[in-house]
């Protein structure tokens, strides 16, 4: 049974959501909000106070019946930020050009991650219809000379080879890259760039071209356990790496700063030559951003650097100033619209002047670009598990067609998949194969490439978006959406208990102006006992809210703190690792905490996080899950597996 919050925050619409003063103020009713006179660091320090105290003050909720509605928790969320009304221009692009999220009533955060292209966009031009059974190739959508949708072949190429020497790339591939570089602000004069499968295959392949029979070491700094990380890792012990991971202490999970220094300083190697740092700007599980410094710190004292940029906000790099920090690689991910099937892929940049240094080597996932325009068949979207390939493909009776079909396979981190093309022979596929370079699907621009500033064919839109928003103003809504749920989420107190106990446990940095818009947390009992992030999963899903879960690890506990260490910490299963690694690790190494994840996009609004918050407020009750069970048992006719 629905609390009367849930139906409300599900039967409300966009514009319900906001009163209609906040799209037209009327200054005769509506006064403008005057600019506060104080300073900046002034506002920063003021700002978990103004939280604390404006936002349900000196209040607790231990039934879901008794939450607000969502339009008085709206009114006074805006009273406690008021500077929240001046992001109404994110309003308005949600509700034109991703109004999927309002139609389905689905709150997506389960991935951090700036698409390509909007809903809107891809849903103009896939507004056409054909039988599966035809044996012609389908009509093309209108306007196919900007057709945004694309597909990944694989290429057998050398790294190194291909950062000096590039290759031939069709003309999307060609007009997407220009726009990313536009877009992270990265000169084509300093870095190179190779597209790959995903985010896991841009860390492989400088794991397997990294020089570390020269460069010993490797170090990474990540509060939570990452299959991308994780495969770097595995792939650079093959080859004679030292790896070493930075810690994080209890309970604020911030940098062991000193053990971190000592590590990068490492005053015992004679070598100036230390090895390679991995290092990320911000947590994507806790939200928890870190100082760049650290980069400084680390190319001082001889390490090349390696910087994740997978997790960072909306134009986050044009504060960084990568000028000034020049990293020797940079990886970042991105997907094809938000709210969808989030396939895409990953883009490696390298520094020129570090390109010398790699070894030879032919890897696997560097990948090339191509319209699907050119494909005889246009591919529906499916989804998988890690070495999953679905090939759910309605071909027809005629066993005479030949022509490129598309496979998918998704990896576990959220947002990762590739796809390949496989030929059809009569009427059976034929084994992946890599699609040559000199394939007359790919149109060769060496002769083109001094001719960077002509108009760009290809129209990223949700790129376009965020450049015109701007990072000030992302950040800001942001940052107040999360600061509300977490203050929320603390007022969720078990009732009728021997001593209070908290519903919700936050993990990392809580109620703070400098945080990121991910959050890590777990829900508990009235007995104190964790509910699995998995379950906790499983029945947001069917609330149409997506959530993901994490494994939190490198956590150390100081002597204050050393009693908890038992009770916190529990063993890593092998099947939340999402590959066996093959490896093995020290056993410490394998303890951690399972957490349920939420990430905040940028075009998030209030009821996202309010539908959240109330479903979270369902665990109050203490047969909830019975409840559900019984529901979904009656519903299905059949039992599921919690």
């Known amino acids: 049974m629905q609390s009367p919050s849930t139906k409300e925050s599900s039967q409300l619409c966009f514009q319900n959501c906001y009163p209609t003063p906040f799209f037209a103020l009327n200054e005769s009713e509506n006064p403008p909000i005057s600019k506060p006179r104080n300073s900046r660091a002034e506002n920063r320090r003021n700002f978990t106070s103004q939280t604390t105290s404006s936002l349900f003050p000196n209040t607790e909720f231990n039934n879901s019946d008794s939450l607000p509605s969502l339009q008085e928790s709206f009114d006074q969320f805006i009273t406690t930020y008021p500077h929240y009304t001046e992001t109404y221009q994110i309003d308005e692009i949600r509700a034109k050009e991703y109004y999927n999220l309002s139609l389905s009533n689905h709150v997506c955060l389960d991935y951090i991650g700036i698409g390509l292209f909007s809903f809107s966009q891809l849903h103009n031009h896939f507004s056409f219809s054909y039988p599966s059974t035809s044996s012609s190739p389908p009509p093309l959508p209108p306007h196919s000379s900007d057709f945004p949708v694309f597909h990944l072949c694989y290429k057998s190429v050398n790294l190194k080879n291909q950062l000096i020497e590039g290759g031939d790339e069709s003309k999307l591939e060609f007009s997407i890259k220009n726009r990313i570089r536009d877009f992270l602000n990265i000169s084509e ?110 190319q001082e004292n001889g390490w090349h650097v390696l910087l994740d940029a997978c997790a960072v906000g909306p134009k986050d790099l044009d504060s960084l100033g990568l000028s000034l920090f020049q990293p020797d690689f940079l990886i970042c991910s991105f997907y094809k619209v938000f709210g969808e099937n989030p396939s895409g892929f990953g883009c490696l940049f390298v520094k020129k002047s570090a390109i010398s240094l790699l070894d030879s080597s032919t890897s696997a996932g560097i990948v090339s670009l191509v319209s699907a325009r050119q494909l005889f068949y246009l591919p529906d979207e499916s989804s998988g598990t890690e070495n999953e390939i679905d090939q759910d493909l309605d071909l027809g009776s005629s066993s005479s067609n030949s022509g490129p079909i598309h496979v998918q396979s998704s990896r576990m981190e959220k947002g990762e998949s590739s796809t390949s093309l496989v ?220």
Not at 237 to 259: C, D, H, V, Y
Not at 510 to 539: M, S, T, Y
């Open 189 to 298: 004069d300093d870095y190179s760039v190779v597209l790959t499968a995903n985010r896991t295959s841009a860390f492989r392949l400088v794991a397997e071209s990294y020089p570390f029979g020269s460069y010993k070491k490797l170090l990474t700094v990540y509060d939570h356990d990452s299959e991308a990380i994780e495969g770097m890792i595995s792939s650079s012990e093959k080859r004679g790496a030292q790896s070493m991971a930075a810690e994080f202490t209890w309970p604020r999970l911030k940098i062991n700063s000193s053990k971190l220094r000592s590590m990068i300083t490492n005053k015992s190697l004679i070598s100036k030559k230390k090895g390679l740092f991995v290092f990320q700007l911000q947590s994507r599980a806790t939200g928890a951003r870190y100082s760049y410094q650290w980069m400084k710190v680390a």
């Open 423 to 642: 030929r059809l022979n009569g009427d059976k596929l034929s084994e992946i194969e890599v699609i040559d370079e000199t394939n007359e699907m790919f149109i060769g621009h060496r002769s083109t490439r001094m001719s960077r500033k002509r108009n760009s064919p290809i129209e990223c839109r949700c790129l376009d978006h965020v450049d015109s928003l701007g990072l000030s103003l992302v950040n800001s809504r942001t940052r107040y959406l999360v600061n509300w749920l977490i203050n929320g989420l603390k007022k969720l107190q078990h009732p009728n208990s021997d001593r209070a106990v908290p519903l919700v446990k936050i993990y990392g940095p809580k109620i703070k102006f400098d945080r990121g818009p991910a959050l890590a947390f777990n829900v508990f009992d009235w007995k104190g006992e964790k509910v699995e992030p998995i379950l906790i999963q499983k029945l947001a899903d069917r609330k149409s809210i997506s959530l993901s879960y994490g494994f939190l690890h490198h956590i150390w506990f100081s002597e204050k703190y050393e009693q908890e260490k038992g009770k916190v910490l529990e063993k890593r299963r092998l099947e939340e690792r999402g590959c066996n690694l093959g490896n093995k690790r020290k056993e410490k190494e394998h303890l951690g905490i399972r957490v349920v994840t939420a990430a905040f996009g940028f075009i998030a609004n209030f009821a996202d996080v309010y539908k959240l918050w109330t479903f979270i407020a369902q665990f109050l009750d203490a047969d909830f899950v019975e409840k559900e069970r019984w529901r979904y048992t009656a519903l299905n006719q059949k039992t599921i597996e919690f």
